[in-house]
């Protein structure tokens, strides 16, 4: 079975972060464990990185562009989360958060070796998630916004 574009994106996020090997432009290598959704990770697995696509929206139905009702303008909004050991320094937190940018650097239309699946690709926010009980960095998230086009009601077809 075919996978939808949404999967498709989300698992060319994932492929690469998975990049970040500590070599070349990259200063860390938190692209030893990336997961789609992982959220409980074990002290020996960290840094650990989870791909969270949050939400789905058509953002425009294609009527204004003269394409009638046959394509709706995506917004996928995903969440680039990468969790942390309590010993790791602010410092390396941020090197990560680094990483992931030039990871994501290039891939702005997300090719799947077939065709570009996004229009764009847009950085919204990068924050620091708190341990609040303790005041330490517990992870960080990257935010960002994929834009694509599909066919209306069709998950799997530009």
């Given at each position: 079975m075919a996978d939808s574009i949404r999967q498709q994106l989300v698992d060319l996020v994932i492929a690469a972060v998975e990049d970040i090997d500590g070599t070349g432009s990259y200063q860390t290598s938190?692209?030893?464990?990336?997961?789609?959704?992982?959220?409980?990770?074990?002290?020996?697995?960290?840094?650990?990185?989870?791909?969270?696509?949050?939400?789905?929206t058509v953002i425009d139905d294609g009527k204004g562009e003269g394409y009638g009702e046959?394509?709706?303008?995506?917004?996928?909004?995903?969440?680039?989360?990468?969790?942390?050991?309590a010993s790791d320094r602010p410092g390396d937190c941020r090197l990560a958060i680094a990483d992931v940018l030039t990871a994501l650097r290039g891939n702005e239309r997300w090719n799947n070796g077939t065709t570009d699946l996004a229009l764009a690709t847009d950085f919204k926010s990068a924050?620091?998630?708190?341990?609040?009980?303790?005041?330490?960095?517990?992870?960080?998230?990257?935010?960002?916004?994929?834009?694509?086009?599909t066919r209306k009601f069709n998950a799997f077809s530009q």
């Open positions: 938190i692209g030893t464990t990336v997961t789609d959704w992982g959220l409980n990770f074990q002290e020996d697995e960290l840094p650990a990185v989870s791909v969270c696509d949050t939400s789905e046959v394509f709706d303008l995506m917004r996928l909004d995903v969440q680039i989360r990468i969790q942390f050991r924050q620091f998630i708190l341990d609040e009980e303790k005041f330490l960095i517990a992870a960080a998230a990257v935010d960002i916004q994929i834009f694509y086009r």
